[in-house]
């Protein structure tokens, strides 16, 4: 089943890359993004309210190309952009990232490697359940895995800053697996200049 779901992603993310291609822009995407100095800017993180258990496939999707053609400052307000998935949930006790959170994090990753004047902070987080101090650690962890993957990106480390909030600040209020989950996270959270 794991095998099915990560051929259709591949099979996703190609036809979104050959839709770029008739658009008549350069598809190769290991080459940096060239700034725009159109579009609103905003210093402020967007929040996501979606469940836990909805799909990352979708703003994939309706983001439209992956590619430099549609990753300009722009994209940062646009609903449709796949820069708008800034929550990474991670499994119980866990400090890997997820493989269905790896191409939200390699565009994310293009976008900032194109942008050098734009920051983000990578805010860890954890469930309640553990010490304050394993719940930092472990929320430190997390926050350092995405950061890794940001930077495999072409990503400059002074553009990233890692905050470990460890239990502090729970997403879900509740003392169930449901909240849990979604306490299990790291925020990008975005400051422009």
């Not at 992956?66 to 119980?92: G, H, K, T």
């Not at 004047?117 to 990578?122: A, F, G, Q």
Request: aromatic residues 6%; charged residues 25%.
């Amino acid at each position: 089943m794991r095998e099915i779901i990560k051929t259709a992603l591949l099979l996703m993310l190609l036809s979104t890359l050959l839709a770029c291609g008739k658009k008549n822009v350069k598809s190769d995407v290991s080459e940096p993004l060239q700034p725009q100095t159109s579009g609103p800017d905003s210093g402020q993180a967007l929040e996501d309210n979606s469940p836990l258990g909805a799909s990352v496939i979708t703003p994939l999707v309706t983001g439209g190309c992956l590619s430099p053609c549609e990753l300009s400052r722009s994209a940062l307000d646009d609903p449709a952009s796949v820069l708008q998935q800034r929550l990474i949930y991670f499994e119980f006790d866990r400090a890997a990232v997820a493989e269905k959170f790896m191409a939200v994090l390699q565009a994310h990753g293009r976008f900032l490697a194109g942008y050098p004047d734009i920051n983000v902070r990578l805010d860890g987080h954890a469930d309640e359940r553990g010490s304050r101090e394993y719940n930092i650690a472990l929320a430190e962890r997390r926050a350092q895995s995405v950061r890794k993957v940001l930077l495999l990106e072409g990503v400059n480390s002074r553009q990233l800053q890692v905050l470990s909030y460890g239990e502090e600040m729970p997403q879900a209020g509740a003392h169930n697996e449901t909240a849990w989950q979604q306490n299990r996270r790291v925020e990008l959270v975005y400051k422009t200049p």
